[in-house]
């Protein structure tokens, strides 16, 4: 039923919820507004398990212009009470009061508050119809509603197969195990493919003990130094994540948990989400012995970075959670140093070096004048591959610590041990302390073994939003949500939100990813295939931009293509990575990687399995997607694999020397990596052209190591980079083994089988949980020696002259310089230390080691 308020407010554009959807929400004792978006003119249900009155200064009913206090609510089957009796309660045609609507609260189209624990959100009535949307299949994830729009992606769970209460996660930093962030994310990459570098998942209703705050499961990083994840090997496969999505994740790294994106704190989460994402968690630590912090943030006390990664000086007695209070209650402060610290000796900081409390910024023009206090450091931009080294100036490559370790447990609370370093902050211009340390850029590059590689990545974020629901979104709804990730593409500047109800103060700005980042990254959300609609040629993804690939950051071997107005790099068949750097698959776990039919066992319970009822081979090729979606579609032909050419009468052809190699403005290292290309330095434009044939074969890997036997009487029969030597214990283990019976992810020994649970003893050898002598058992050792373990000692620990390792490479080209071992024997000794021990030499990539991993009988002795 539709009715007119005394005002004109359109009444009955409340959802009517079927029973399914109202025992979810009692048993979540939670309040919603269904939908939680409406236009302007227009009203909405607020629907409650637990109170029967709703009162909030903006909120009125039944058209009135402003408020008359308490709503009543019902649950009688009236005033759009669903059902009588089942214990929720109801009131139709709610709706902010026509004097409070401020539409300068939101971008200039909306206007949000929280209203009982729930999320109401009014639009200008203009957008409605604005915003096309299609509706998907997804067969891998059947009985879920999905939707999407160019800069949203909807999934409802409109029977409970996928969560039977409401979007929740007790765990929000993980995906290890099936759940409802699992199935939407599957249900994104059936569609779009993996063409994004971080997901985004946020629930329409807000359950209690469900999504709160936010997260970040991160499973793997292709940074091959000094990125996010610098101790982390890079490639390593997320199992569960890809049996889902059905093909390999290659570039997805990490999905983030956010239960509010809507207010200005709730999206200062999701920036913080996105900032652990980019430029990881704490780097001091390499260098900082007094200080441990909670081993994923920048402590307050130290002066590295100001971004949404660092919480307030926390108080120097009491510790976390109390804080250093500001110039006014609601805000806590940073901490600078002061100019003196620069004249002062390392050994006499604590007596020449004092620092300065300033308030964290509370409002926009705050963080404008004064971005350094909430915007990445130039450190953090450099980690995050968003600037290089030469770009930071050289007052920004020195940093200090102060005081007790307060971020790593120090306080009076209960299990926290005694803060016992004095700080005296009697003159908040001029603090002191017993303790301060001082460390270098310079210090913290060689800290994580040399400087960043790649050194440029994050530019253009590609992200995707999906918002998890148990009931199908409203067209309201979709429009709201795609334009908000939309200006977070386009906003400039931190965004003034409105004094909340009796206040003076306007509540927390809406941060951006651009502001935040200074400028330096874009946060593109654009899903592709959708249309856009009218009026939106201001969104840079919804426009025709040319040129995007030329100085794209694409890694070497990685093709370059223009993916909705921004480069998208993807590397090559025959090489896996992120596109900003591809690697040999015997280089990362991804040489391992099960089927998702393998690893459905392990990674889905007995009663739901996709794989069931999916063929396997029918899924396109990497990375993936449906047409028109998938970035690879090529008309009506279908969808070609990465770097395959794409005509409009012929279909998906192989990729040939002219396609992959001309014209694309490579430098001479990656038209080198390419595998089908050459450098010609005597042509006077662009040098980098298609071998004499014409013929594209796939890059060859230039590794050794895999599983081969030239002699079955004297060869290893594992490849020399699927063991690992366990120096405490002796022995060696098969890399990847995870159970007496998993196979999932094993490497073939060199009759191309797997053996489960592998463990080579000078003695004998394990596998399938069971002992056996080296005459003996499934590996059937042939030879006069057939002691395995010296066989694979000898083969894998012992330097052969003619291997090749990777010196370094050359900065102003990116092409590598290769050495043998028989060359580095052959050099001095300080010469050899250097090449074994210093970070600079440290870096691998495309197939090659540094020397300290290829020639280790010469280099051990600098180790």
């Not at 395959?644 to 990729?655: A, D, E, S, T, V």
């Amino acid at each position: 039923l539709r009715s007119t308020g005394v005002s004109g407010q359109v009444c009955g554009n409340g959802l009517s919820l079927s029973s399914t959807y109202l025992d979810r929400l009692k048993d979540t004792e939670v309040n919603n507004f269904a939908p939680s978006v409406y236009y302007e003119g227009k009203s909405t249900k607020f629907i409650s398990p637990h109170q029967s009155m709703l009162e909030h200064e903006w909120l009125c009913v039944d058209g009135a212009a402003s408020s008359s206090g308490a709503i009543q609510l019902y649950d009688d089957g009236s005033n759009g009470d669903d059902f009588a009796g089942d214990g929720i309660y109801t009131r139709d045609c709610v709706h902010y009061c026509s004097s409070s609507v401020d539409f300068s609260d939101y971008f200039g189209f909306a206007m949000q508050a929280s209203i009982g624990g729930a999320s109401l959100t009014v639009m200008d009535a203009s957008k409605e119809g604005t915003v096309p949307y299609d509706v998907l299949t997804t067969d891998l994830t059947p009985n879920g509603k999905v939707i999407a729009s160019s800069h949203a992606f909807f999934f409802a769970d409109t029977g409970g197969r996928y969560y039977p209460k409401f979007p929740t996660s007790v765990a929000p930093n993980s995906a290890a195990e099936p759940n409802a962030k699992n199935v939407a994310v599957s249900a994104l990459m059936q569609v779009f493919g993996d063409v994004f570098d971080y997901v985004t998942v946020t629930p329409m209703e807000r359950p209690n003990g469900g999504i709160e705050g936010a997260g970040i499961y991160k499973w793997q990083t292709w940074d091959r130094r000094g990125g996010p994840q610098y101790d982390r090997d890079i490639g390593d496969p997320g199992i569960c994540i890809s049996a889902v999505a059905g093909i390999p994740i290659q570039r997805l790294s990490g999905l983030i948990t956010c239960g509010d994106i809507i207010s200005g704190n709730g999206f200062r989460g999701e920036l913080h989400e996105l900032v652990h994402g980019v430029s990881g968690f704490e780097y001091h630590r390499a260098l900082e012995a007094a200080r441990t912090g909670d081993g994923m943030h920048v402590p307050g006390a130290c002066t590295v970075d100001h971004s949404s990664l660092q919480g307030p000086v926390w108080d120097w007695v009491k510790g976390y959670p109390k804080r250093i209070p500001g110039s006014t209650v609601d805000v806590g402060v940073h901490l600078l140093e002061n100019n003196d610290c620069a004249s002062c000796s390392v050994d006499n900081l604590p007596n020449c070096c004092t620092f300065r409390y300033v308030d964290m910024p509370r409002t926009s023009a705050a963080m404008v004048a004064n971005p350094e206090l909430s915007a990445l450091s130039p450190l953090m931009l450099y980690i995050a591959g968003m600037i290089k080294a030469s770009q930071i100036a050289p007052a920004d490559k020195t940093y200090y610590c102060m005081g007790s370790d307060t971020d790593g447990g120090c306080g009076n609370q209960p299990g926290q041990t005694p803060c016992v370093i004095k700080v005296d902050d009697s003159n908040r211009s001029r603090v002191t302390s017993d303790f301060v340390s001082r460390f270098t850029f310079n210090q913290l590059v060689n800290a994580v073994g040399g400087k960043r590689y790649p050194a440029k990545k994050f530019n253009v974020v590609r992200h995707a939003a999906v918002h998890l629901s148990a009931r199908e979104p409203t067209e309201s709804e979709i429009t709201f949500y795609t334009l908000l990730w939309r200006q977070h593409e386009i906003q400039k500047t931190p965004w003034k939100r409105i004094p909340g109800p009796n206040a003076s103060v306007e509540r927390y700005p809406i941060d951006t990813w651009y502001f935040h980042t200074s400028g330096n990254s874009i946060l593109h959300s654009r899903l592709h295939g959708i249309d856009c609609g009218d009026n939106s040629e201001a969104v840079p993804s919804c426009s025709t931009r040319s040129g995007v690939c030329a100085g794209a950051p694409c890694g070497p071997g990685a093709v370059c293509k223009n993916l909705d107005g921004q480069p998208l790099c993807i590397c090559r068949d025959g090489l896996v990575g992120d596109g900003y750097e591809c690697a040999f698959p015997s280089e990362t776990g991804f040489s391992r990687m099960p089927t998702a039919h393998e690893s459905s066992s392990q990674c889905f319970p007995t009663t739901f399995r996709w794989t069931n009822s999916v063929n396997e081979a029918s899924l396109p090729a990497y990375p993936g997607g449906q047409m028109p979606y998938a970035s690879t579609t090529c008309h009506n032909h279908g969808i070609c694999p990465a770097d395959w050419r794409c005509n409009k009468k012929r279909g998906c052809l192989p990729p040939t020397g002219g396609s992959i190699c001309q014209q694309k403005g490579y430098s001479r290292g990656q038209c080198e990596a390419l595998g089908c290309c050459k450098w010609n330095p005597d042509l006077s434009g662009d040098k980098c052209v298609k071998q004499s044939d014409g013929v594209c074969n796939k890059p060859l890997d230039p590794n050794t190591n895999i599983a081969k036997c030239d002699n079955q009487e004297t060869c290893c029969y594992f490849g020399c980079s699927y063991l690992e030597y366990i120096d405490n214990q002796a022995y060696y283990g098969q890399i990847g083994n995870c159970g007496y019976d998993c196979t999932n992810g094993i490497a073939p020994a060199y009759d191309g089988k797997v053996y489960p649970e592998v463990y080579l003893m000078p003695t004998g050898y394990y596998t399938n949980h069971q002992f056996y002598g080296y005459d003996d058992g499934p590996l059937n050792i042939q030879g006069t020696n057939k002691n395995m373990f010296e066989r694979c000692s000898n083969t894998c620990g012992a330097d052969d002259d003619t291997s090749m390792f990777l010196k370094n490479l050359r900065p102003k080209d990116g092409v590598l310089i290769k050495r043998t071992c028989g060359w580095l024997r052959s050099r001095k000794t300080n010469q050899k230390r250097k090449l074994c021990t210093n970070p600079k030499f440290s870096l691998a990539t495309q197939g090659y080691k540094p020397a300290r991993d290829v020639c280790i009988d010469t280099c051990d002795s600098y180790m």
